[in-house]
Structure formats: C-alpha cells, structure tokens
C-alpha cells in the first residue's frame, strides 16, 4: 500500500498519457500538411490547364463558336484529361470563360470519414485592341480608310507607292530593298507600337514583293480557303498609320496608331505592282495599348 501511495504521489502515469496526445497531435498535423500540401498541387495544376484552355479557345474568338468549344476541350484533353468542365461562358468576339472541377482522394482525412474533395478553378481571357507588335510587314495603311472586312483590296508597291494614296511601304528597320524584302518575307522582328514615328520606303521594290508573295502564297493552301487558319503564310500583320510628314506629294513619315491583319488572296504575276487581298479579324502575339485604333487586330490577355 505504500508503495502504490508513492507511484500517486510521483504521478509517473502523465508522461505517458502527454506523450499519447503529442503524438496523436503531430500525426494530425502531418496528416493535414499531406492532405493540404495534396490539394494546393492539384489546384495550381488545375489553374494551369483552366489558363491554357482560355488562351487557346481565345484565339478563336474571330472565328466561330463551335471552334471556340472544340480548341478548349481539346486544350483540356491534352492537359488534364480528369477535369471536368463545370461550366463554359463563351461571348464571340470578346470573352471565353471556363470553371473546371476534379475530384481528388484524401490520405489522412478519409480517418475522419472525408474520402476526396472538389478542387476547383476558373480562367477567362479576353480580347484587346492591338497597339504593340512583332512581325509586322512592311506596308501600311491609312486611319482614314473605312475597312470592309472580307472584301478585296489593293496594295500598291510601285515606285509610287508613297504618294497621297491609301496605302504606303514603311521602312521598319531601315531603308533599302533588301531590308523591305526580308521584313515581308518573315515580318519585322522588333515590336512596334501605337505612337511610334516611322519612315517611309522609296524607290521601286514591286520586283521584290513579287517573289516574297509568290512564296507566301504557295505556302498555305486554299483547298478550301480558311482565313482562320493559325501559321497561314498568306496572313501578314500590317501597321495603321496616320500621315504626318509630307514632301510634295511623297508621304515620308507616319505614326502608327493601330494594326490590321491582311490575307493574301492571290500571287503576283511579273505586271503586277499592288498585292490583292482582303482584311480580317484575327487574334495574334501583340499587346494591348492606350489609345490603339481597332482594326480587326486582337492581342489575347487573361482577365480572370
């Protein structure tokens, strides 16, 4: 009996009872990092493939809407095959959204009867006025002119090129034939952007432009024609410009204040001095920037 007063009054028995609930404690906590560390994963993944999924069906916003649904779900097919499309807002022309949803199995939480859990995200990309751009060809066009979408145009590349007309041959990056024929053949590589001055080309570079669009147009098919075709070397990025420099009747300076996208329709034959056309609206790699004019020419931006 004394020896059992002793062992109370030491209380030895509470380290281990401690020790119990420490442990139960720790394997908790650990149990919860592995469960949260689990869903933080899977969310960043999810928003991962929502993003790319809104960046691709954007670009279709030009097109039609049934395209729209048929890139998205194909962006989501190659990303993460397990997401499910909760819902799918598309607005042709300005905005597509998607909320995805996929379930995931729970480690620890399943020992207080929570099996999996619902990780969710949502992404939306929206289309902006281009004002700043890589690849631009060479050539622009007046502000002043009313663009009809889908119907044919003429640019002039004579020698008179530069005169009071519509159209004019810019100099990006230097002036010079060769220069000209290597920024029509693969666009000019620096940006441009909504304000910048540039000069004009002079001289007569019709013979240069007509083995560029020769190429160009031997480059994309047009069995069937598809102005939506991505990678389609008969679609250049033109400059917008308003006229600001005059030195008789040559245009020699202009300020870019918008851009275009311009679908070769036929090649040029050794007569020829204009290229024939038609504009398009088309989203591609450029910027939005204050005060760009809209002319068809979409960047793509993630809003949500």
């Known amino acids: ?8 009054k030491k209380e030895t028995g ?23 560390g689990m869903v933080y994963k899977t969310k960043i993944h999810l928003q991962k ?6 960046l691709s069906g954007a670009q279709e916003l030009t097109n039609n809407q049934e395209k729209v649904e048929e890139v998205v779900y194909e962006a989501l097919s190659k990303n993460d095959q397990d997401a499910v499309v909760e819902n799918l807002e598309i607005t042709m022309g300005e905005k597509v959204a998607v909320d ?26 929206e289309l902006r006025t281009m004002g700043r751009a890589a690849g631009a060809a060479p050539l622009g066009i007046d502000e002043s002119i009313p663009l009809e ?17 519509n159209f004019g041959v810019l100099a990006l990056g230097g002036t010079g034939a060769d220069t000209y024929e290597y920024n029509l ?11 910048d001055i540039l000069e004009t080309q002079t001289g007569n570079i019709a013979g240069k432009t007509r ?19 991505r990678d389609c070397s008969r679609v250049i990025l033109i400059p917008v410009y308003e006229p600001i420099a005059y030195q008789g009747n040559q245009l020699k300076q202009v300020k870019i204040v918008g851009f275009a996208y311009f679908y070769i329709t036929d090649p040029m034959d050794e007569h020829d001095t204009s290229i024939k056309g038609m504009f ?8 939005e920037e204050p005060g760009a004019l809209e002319r068809g020419a979409f960047s793509i931006r993630l809003t949500e």
Not at 280 to 287: A, K, Q
């Open 149 to 165: 979408y889908y119907k044919e145009y003429e640019l002039k590349v004579d020698q008179h090129d530069n005169d009071t007309g």
């Open 100 to 125: 995805l949803e996929v379930p995931l199995s729970l480690a620890f939480s399943k020992l207080f009867g929570k099996d999996q859990v619902m990780v969710k995200a949502h992404a939306a990309a």
């Open 49 to 54: 493939v929502a993003n790319a999924a809104v």
């Open 280 to 287: 398009i609206e088309r989203t591609g790699t450029g910027y």
């Open 211 to 229: 083995t560029v669009i020769r190429e160009r147009v031997n480059g994309c098919d047009e069995n069937p024609r598809d102005v939506n075709v």
């Open 185 to 195: 053949r693969h666009g000019y590589q620096n940006e441009i952007a909504v304000g």
């Open 1 to 8: 009996m004394n020896r059992i007063r002793d062992l109370w």
């Open 14 to 36: 509470n380290a281990l009872v401690f020790v119990s609930i420490a442990l139960m404690t720790l394997l908790a906590i650990t149990g919860l990092v592995i469960d949260g």
